[in-house]
């Protein structure tokens, strides 16, 4: 349920069309919408009180940014001290450190991480045998439910310096090749490990798309003579064009919280100039040192510049005629066209 | 317990000796407002007033006394334990109690028979939250942040204190002084015997306002050895920094998946004798990363881990050194002495042949060594702000009972449980903890008030004799650090420099850095509240 910018309500049903509703007209005053869809209203309140107490009033917590904060003194007992905090962050060169590897580790991941969710999708969904397909699927989504501890764990047991690779290559008489500790090669380890425990759960939204697919598409497409991969590429994804779009857009919201529980058990072990993000530095700075303020700083840069991510690209979905996280004002290009394809 | 390299450096506070705890009490401040000059001479009457008084109780007399602060050791155990708690202390109140615990975290009720014979002994209904030591410093952090959420009785480690510690005790806990101090504690028999020296380290913001848990002067941290595979191999004890080099590589065989050494940081700077944080270099304060023995201790430690002496883990800190070490991994191991004991007790049924002992302490010259006296307590339990008076008094009947000393049905209790459940008497009379015990025990009923430490693990008389010898000797080199005892809250914004100088020394082990770096890292950490720190810490020398 969507609100464009002439306050008219969109209500989408279901997946598509047939049931969409428009519930508006010329000569309708905002309290006659009001009155007529006053159940829905209704319905959406404690969702929305819940939003509100959860989400928007712990912001105004952000104000300790602005404060020596001490959580003994409170709020209101602890002294302003303007944008200080800001101005020993900005001075601060282990908060530029975690800065530059948070936004690394961000597009790192954002580039070797987010296609493979896809790709293992496709080649799933390219699978005939439902069994063979079961087996793969849970195969694959199983690491996503090990926490953090087990994964890394499971990764010093394999590739630490007394794991089994390294054993391996003490066998052959070589020397081991350092994975656990060396900081050169640390964004791919930490990439793999993201890779190794939830691309197969990031696959079953992918799966989910695919499978709503109208079948009848592919028929056509392979009547007018499309191969396997014609076929992937004309039908499969424009399919899923706007699931991927929306997801990369989310992600990119998410894309500077970047692992803290994945980082801060391996920081000691490739050292701190590597493996220090934003996460860790505020819980190092704000939790362990108890310097609150000048950590609630370095959270609030770190959302303002994840807003602006979000926003950014969702304004880039809308240049490109994607509907990304939501619908633009008025007539978007997008509804032209799905009202194009109904007609 | 933890195997801290350093355990003064991860506190945010040190303790007060006389006559520096005088200075917060008369002012009656924070840390950091502390500066205020006092008399002396006052200020020592008034923290003399807030000590209980010491009444000298000793049901069994020691093999070995305590000398310089170690801890007194019995061999035999008394047949007949005196009883000093006839009655059930508890009114049958229900408690909540938060407590740190070194191991696995203990099963709850129903299925803990141990917190249930306790619930029984102390007639009161404790709810026990048991949490992973490791996890201390963040959870204290946490919890203390919001005072209504502490629990009716938190027990706090000193290292795992957080910053503003000394906001967080006036907030959260209630004061014990009109409970405790001078006479008033006398009809608690068991916290009279607690040193005064301990109860110094319970005086916060001038105020006594917890119950200790004792440390012993020499629990730091010592090298231990597997001494059934040195003896399969021939090889004797170190008595110098290349000794010890020579004795890695011997034992070090990576095919084989055997080191040297595990964790060596955490022995080195003992070795070096590395002062905790200050010592006086011509009138003028020098930390110790300024110190030449820093240098030394970290450039040797160094060139372990260059010669592929050290367990590859013990870089990246994951596993357990413990479990290292019994699995014969790693062959030398340092770790805090009352580790020794407890390592013992947990796998003395399930590795054959293991045989754990300490190397004597030596000099990296093979001169004479020196430790440095460790603060009175390692951890301090508070009861919570608001409790009313008659609940305050039922926990400090119940503090009581557990502070029983060894010779007391009561200290057979809460360390050995109920018989033939938890513990079973061998031919000498010694009880043996079960299994069972040390699932559900973990320390939980020890952590939140004991009596001044003993040791006194009968059942194993081959360690107590060792532990003898080695105290012996030990003994004769502990000396009193700059600023013993003394309570001393570091402003918050100094509190995370440690943090920057504990990467480095990750860094140069790693190898991602050299000792040439040394110099820069030691100019930021000044830079960065190093020397402020100074500043701040002489002022409480000045006084």
Redesign the interface.
Known sequence: MTANRSGTLVVERAAQGPHTVQASGAGRTRWTQIRHDGARYLMVLPALALVLLFDYVPVLGNIVAFQSYSPYKGILGSPFNGVANFQRLASNTAFWDALVNTLAIAAVQLVFFFPVPIVLALVLNSLISVRVRTVLQSITYLPHFFSWVIVITVFQQVFGGAGLLAQWFRSRGWEPWQVMTNADTFLALVTAQVVWKDAGWGMVVFLAALAAIDPTQYEAAAVDGANRMRRMWHVTLPALRPVIILLLILRLGHSLTVGFEQLILQRTAVGVRAAEVLDTFVYYNGILNGNWGMAAAAGLIKGLVSLLLVVGANKVAHLFGEPGIYQRGGDSSHHRRRKARRR | MSTSPNPLLRR?SLLFGAAGLAVGAAAGCTAETAGTPTDPAEASQAISKLLPNYVEFNPVQPAFASVNGTAPVYKTYPKEPVVTVPQPPGKGSSFSLMVPVSAGVPPTLPENKYYSAMNEALNAKFTVNAFLMAEA??KY??L????KDVPDWTVITTAGQ???FD??V???FEDLTPYLAGSAVEPYRNLATITSETWQSCVFNGKLMSLPYPRASFENNALFYRKDILDKRGLGAPKSAADLLALAKELTD??A?M?GIDTPWAITQYIFGVVPMWKLDGGKLVHRYETEEYAAALEYTVSLFKAGVV???A?????NPRTRFTAA?SILYPAGLPGWRETLVNVRDSVPGFDMQVFPMFHHDGGKPIYYWMPPTSMNSFIKKGTSPDRITELLGIANYLAAPFGTKEFQMVRYGLPEVHHTLNASGSPVQTERFQREYRGTFLYPCAPNRPEAETSLPAYLDALITFLKDTSQYIVKPEFFGRNISVP??L??LD??MI?FE??LF?N?KSMSDLKAAISQWQGAGGNQLRDFYGKYRDQ
Do not use: I, V
Not at chain 2, 144 to 147: E, F, T
Not at chain 2, 315 to 319: A, D, E, M, N, Q
């Open positions: 945010r410093s963040a952090a946490t203390l942040a919001s005072p957080p910053a503003r906001e967080a006036e907030a959260c990576p095919a998946k080191w367990h590859p883990d870089l990246s800190k994951t596993g991994n918050a914004d509190t995370g943090q920057q990467d990750n860094d790693a991602r």
